[in-house]
């Protein structure tokens, strides 16, 4: 599998290069060649062994009350992981909020096992708690590879949640006057070589939302949603958001919402 | 919490005293869910300081104010605000001090190059770069460019160098609103992310005849 990767980053290097002596004349020869490169990645996504980590976390007691996540309710009852990443975020009624996967994930470890979120919160996205919650992220949303996107907001806390999103997606701060709508407001535009979905799209939408959690192989990490919008938020010179904070999740909720009906091809895989 | 709640209701003074808001005429392109009230809460509540990115960058300028609801800025009725808005940005623009436009478009690539600066993982003190490959063709050797603003290819060969020219490109790095009120390019100058140095390089990547970005018979290999 690893190999198979080093031949896809060979083969974009080398496509790279050929790319770069025939410069201007054919200007699209580095997008297509970035294409084939992406297309190569697909027969092997590190992903897998995540989802295999994420799968055995999920199943294995843990935590003061020495339970699983196997009773965990991701919103289609107890213990269904099957398709639940699809429908998410959500209300839930037990704790009155709408949670996108990663703050139900914490929900869940409180309740069920008894562990303390602070840590799995606070600690950096490299460090031995997030790494749980990327890999038990991977493994539920490769449960809903191939469903369809099914958020519509419904309940008035989901519809705030959708308000929120999209006012956060707007709103223009700091040093460099960055929103997300700078990058990701207009349709068909790149940074350097990188395409950038457009996020009030539907089908725009779909590429960012349906696609993460991803490897990303030019770093070597599985990242969550949650990581990706943190790092998004770094780059538009932000504060940085709180994990499973409000504003990360009506992002979730716009971006969802705006997908819904499209196909999740999660966990994907990324240069 | 109790500091949690300070920094609550210093953004909400200032989303309430918002000119964008104050104006208070056509509903915002968001629901009602995400009101004042209930967007303010959660801002205070989702971000934290992180090295030098500090929560007092959630306060937002008049500008950034009435360009977060695009829709409600480009309308027609948003006219008058818009030109103001630009006059007031241009009322910033400082003009290089020794009367000197241009300085060297070798340093000025770099700059171009650079997407360094002023965030979270950056340290205080370190020279920033312009971001400027992020959206724009520049020298034709990169190949690498983003789209989001227009080519820069041959930008001083086709203009020329007289001084409202040079005037209007100078205002647009120093402070790209005062020219379009809400473009997605930042105010480089104004909000000191490039120094009065820096903008002269750029200057000069852009109008030096000897910048590759004028080079006369196409590309450099």
Redesign the interface.
Known sequence: MVDRVSVGVAAFLAVSAV???A??AQ?DA?QEGIEAYREALQDGNPAELYEATGEELWKTPAGPKKASLEQCDLGLGPGVVKGAYARLPRHFQDTDRVQDLESRLLTCMETLQGKDPKPYVESAFTAPPKEEMIALAAYVSGQSKGDAIAVAPKH?KE??????G???F??????????C???H??E???????D?PYIPGTKGAAAGWGSWPAYRVSAGQMWSMQWRLNDCF??Q??????YT????I?LSMYMAANASGETMKTPGIKR | MKNAMTHLAAIAALLLAGPALAQGKAA???????DDA??TR??A??????GI???D????DE??AF????EAAASPAAAEKRQRIEAANMATVKWPSDGKWLGDWKEGEKIAQSGRG????DKPGEPNGG?C???HQIS??E??????GPSLLQYGALRGGDEETMKAAWAKIYNA?SLNACS?M??AGH???LAEAQIKHLMALLFDPASPVNAKT??A?
């Open positions: 790319a770069a002596t410069a201007y200007k580095a008035p519809q705030a949640m959708y308000d929120l999209k006012r956060m707007y709103y223009q701060s700091g040093p460099y006057d960055f929103s709508a700078t990058c407001g207009q068909g535009t790149r940074i350097r070589l990188q950038l770094r780059q010179r932000f504060p940085e958001p709180v904070s409000d504003a990360t009506a | 915002p392109s968001w629901g009602p869910g995400a209930a967007f959660m801002l509540a989702s971000f934290k300081d992180k990115a500090k929560v960058r959630l306060t937002q500008t950034q360009c977060s609801d695009p002023n965030t979270w993982t971001n490959y992020n959206c034709p050797a190949i690498s460019y983003g789209t989001i609103k997605n930042p105010r909000m000191g992310i196409g590309p290999k």
